[in-house]
């Protein structure tokens, strides 16, 4: 694993990244909601890059992993600007970037993808979950963060309840995707667990028809969870890096 490096910010927030130089398009790994890159995904696809010479760029959001800030400040659009700043200041201009969003960052993927226009070489989705703060809360949930509320829920994978600030939930509402067309034409390979109980497969299929790109693949996996971290997946994954890029 490469050395935990710091690039700064305007404002002085310090993003947490690790770079690896390389061939192809850069691989740039978007983690999920309140994770970062010392996650099973993100760790197999640095290794992946290492052992085949591609170039390799992982990040913490503000406020995740070991970067500075406060996550109840964390938004899409706060870490939408966060990554395409790094990608500014860490890669070739115009260089070509693949991007791998996982759940939340499958939607912050589509976020970035459309930012970085022609450069953008594919993008790898799994178990994407764009436009969660609509389909993901019920009415009462989304009536406490409307009244700007803080909503906690419990978590399947800690003992700590997971917190949505109502600041998260205004700015997504604000950044759906899959109501209209998606301005993204390069290739896209979506994977999705069919056992996924945070986000039902059928938002990859909505996200296959709103893609202006007619190169989408959606790939179920049988008896995949939403994490799709067993050995088989991160394999998928890592043979889908090589196929699209």
């Known amino acids: 694993m490469q050395d935990i490096r710091f690039h700064t910010l305007a404002d002085g927030r310090q993003i947490a990244f690790q770079q690896l130089a390389g061939h192809g398009p850069t691989l740039v790994f978007l983690p999920g909601y309140m994770s970062d890159m010392a996650g099973s995904k993100a760790a197999a696809v640095m290794d992946f890059a290492e052992r085949t010479g591609r170039a390799c760029l992982l990040l913490d959001y503000s406020g995740c992993g070991q970067s500075s800030g406060d996550f109840a400040d964390g938004t899409l659009s706060r870490w939408r600007d966060e990554v395409l700043a790094l990608i500014a200041a860490r890669l070739e201009p115009e260089s070509p970037v693949l991007l791998i969003g996982s759940s939340m960052g499958g939607w912050l993927m589509l976020l970035v993808g459309q930012a ?32 700007g509320e803080v909503l906690r829920r419990h978590n399947p994978y800690g003992p700590e309840p997971t917190p949505t600030h109502p600041a998260f939930w205004q700015d997504g509402q604000a950044l759906r995707q899959l109501e209209g067309e998606i301005a993204i034409t390069a290739p896209v390979r979506l994977l999705h667990g069919q056992d996924d109980a945070e986000v039902p497969p059928a938002v990859s ?13 959606l790939t179920l996996v049988k008896r995949g969870d939403h994490r799709l971290s067993r050995d088989g997946d991160i394999a998928l994954l890592l043979q889908t890096i090589t196929t699209l890029g």
């Not at 450069?119 to 009536?143: H, K, S, V």
């Not at 299929?205 to 693949?217: G, H, K, N």
């Open 116 to 147: 970085l226009g022609p450069r953008l070489a594919g993008m790898i989705g799994i178990a994407a979950a764009p436009d969660f703060t609509q389909w993901g809360y019920d009415a009462d949930e989304q009536a406490v963060l409307a009244a």
């Open 205 to 217: 299929a909505r996200l296959t028809a709103a893609l202006r790109s007619d190169d989408v693949q």
